[in-house]
């Protein structure tokens, strides 16, 4: 299981854009492919712009809240494991 907090898109110097959100959509889907189960937890209250490309849509979530970042990652450590 791959549970990644982030804050926003993929971005690095020269690593953003559409190339970052492919690049990231597609080691997605390569670890997929080795039975790695993946989940974003993001603050970025844009990502529902791009995170749809890179996962599914059942397969990310945005937090307006930190304080609820416990109860969030319970429930999806709960969802890949029952």
Same mark, same amino acid.
């Given at each position: !299981?791959l %549970?990644?907090?982030?804050?926003g898109?993929?971005l690095?110097? /020269?690593?953003h $854009?559409?190339? #970052?959100?492919?690049?990231?959509r !597609? #080691?997605l889907?390569e670890?997929?492919?080795? $039975? %790695?189960?993946?989940?974003?937890i993001?603050?970025d209250? /844009?990502? #529902?712009?791009?995170?749809?490309? !890179?996962y #599914?849509?059942?397969?990310?979530?945005?937090i307006?809240?930190? !304080?609820?970042l416990?109860?969030k %990652?319970t429930? %999806?450590?709960?969802?890949f494991?029952?």
């Amino acid at each position: !299981m791959l %549970i990644l907090l982030s804050d926003g898109k993929p971005l690095d110097q /020269e690593y953003h $854009g559409e190339y #970052a959100i492919e690049d990231t959509r !597609m #080691a997605l889907r390569e670890s997929q492919r080795y $039975g %790695i189960k993946s989940f974003c937890i993001t603050v970025d209250r /844009e990502a #529902a712009e791009y995170l749809p490309r !890179m996962y #599914a849509s059942s397969r990310w979530v945005v937090i307006d809240d930190v !304080m609820k970042l416990p109860d969030k %990652i319970t429930r %999806i450590y709960r969802l890949f494991t029952t």
